[in-house]
């Protein structure tokens, strides 16, 4: 008996499920590792003078308060052995490499479950409620990772204040912020100028498409902090190809501004689409990707996620994320033509 396909074959496959920029590699980067291929031949510069002059210039923060590391994990795991914390919150849903982090660090991982019927809106007054002083760190992603919900910038600083008095460090992950229509409204990068205890981590991987060059940086105001960092962190720790596509990515304004438009109009067509269907619910997204409850009482995440892969789409199943269960599904948004051809899909079934 032959084995049925999984896809039909005249569809490419498409990964709905990876949440990276749909307008690809940028062409900055493509072309200043073709220019630079022969610096392969030599050790990274130490002092990374270009790269992180670009990185403070995009984020407009102090070149010194500059911490930059292989991936938001590799920058979570440095904090981790800096701050060596006892008892850490993480935010559920959200994403799993948190609490193995802390995990890894023999830290105690409490969770801050969000509340469905709130749309998985953060309560700042609520959250702060649930802080006690034998908290070391808090983690924040804004916006959140699988829900798409931004964090308003004053209950931040609201966060922050409460933080600060009961001794609590605070990571902000702002991995998709640049998706966010303003983002420069919602970055906690400025509020580093006032707080100590504060760091906040970005990675390239998914505004830049990028995962590959694993570069990411932190933004921290802590000369204390800053020195350790700086003794225990490895000095050449970026590839040298990494550091000049990623000195002239960060300066490539076309593709930001193209990239931000593009998921503005993708995000508000796709959930405009999808608004008519009674047998979802859709949790408005601000970030490039969508949460979506299944409504049917027959109907799981599993059977959508088979039907959309004979079309060559991948959607995340969200059964195994803390606070969601088997009725969930999320995606990220793609270029048109594929939007179209993912929405049509999905609707079929559900």
């Known amino acids: 008996m032959n084995t049925p396909q999984l896809r ?36 990274p510069d130490i002092y990374y ?11 407009d923060a102090p070149l010194e308060n500059i911490v930059m590391g292989n991936g938001s994990t590799d920058l979570l795991k440095l904090f981790s052995a800096l701050l060596l914390p006892k008892k850490a919150m993480v935010i559920s849903p959200g994403p799993g490499e948190f609490e193995n982090v802390f995990s890894a660090y023999n830290a105690e991982t409490v969770h801050y479950d969000l509340s469905e019927r709130d749309e998985f809106v953060l309560d700042a007054d609520d959250l702060i409620r ?22 308003e910038l004053s209950d931040i600083r609201k966060i922050l204040d ?24 919602y970055t906690a990068v400025p509020l580093t100028n006032e707080y100590n205890n504060l ?58 501004a193209e990239s931000q438009s593009m998921v503005h109009t993708e995000r508000s067509l796709v959930y405009l689409a999808m608004s008519t269907s009674k047998t979802i619910k859709l949790y408005k997204p601000d970030a490039n990707f969508m949460l979506v409850k299944l409504l049917k009482d027959d109907l799981t995440s599993s059977d959508v996620a088979v039907h959309c ?18 009725k969930y599904i999320r995606f990220c948004f793609m270029r048109p033509k594929q939007n179209d051809l993912m929405v049509n899909t999905i609707l079929e079934i559900v």
């Open 49 to 59: 003078t270009k790269l992180k002059a670009s990185v403070s210039t995009y984020v």
């Open 8 to 43: 039909i074959a005249q569809y490419e496959t498409v990964l709905f499920n990876t949440n990276l920029n749909p307008m690809g590699i940028p062409t900055s980067v493509t072309e200043a590792i073709k220019q630079n291929i022969p610096s392969i031949v030599k050790y």
């Open 199 to 256: 760091a906040v981590i970005r990675s390239v991987s998914k505004f830049f498409a990028v995962p590959g060059l694993r570069f990411a940086y932190a933004v921290i105001n802590n000369p204390e902090h800053k020195e350790i960092i700086d003794r225990i962190t490895t000095k050449n720790n970026i590839a040298s190809l990494t550091a000049i596509a990623i000195t002239d990515m960060l300066k490539d304004a076309d593709y930001i």
């Open 130 to 151: 649930n802080l006690t002083p034998d908290l070391d760190i808090l983690i924040i992603s804004n916006p959140n990772n699988p829900t798409s919900k931004k964090i």
């Open 309 to 326: 892969n004979q079309r060559g789409i991948i959607i995340r199943k969200c059964d195994d994320i803390r606070g969601l269960d088997n």
């Open 162 to 185: 409460a933080c600060k008095e009961l001794d609590i460090f605070l990571i902000i992950d702002e991995m998709y912020i640049e998706f966010i229509d303003n983002y420069l409204d």
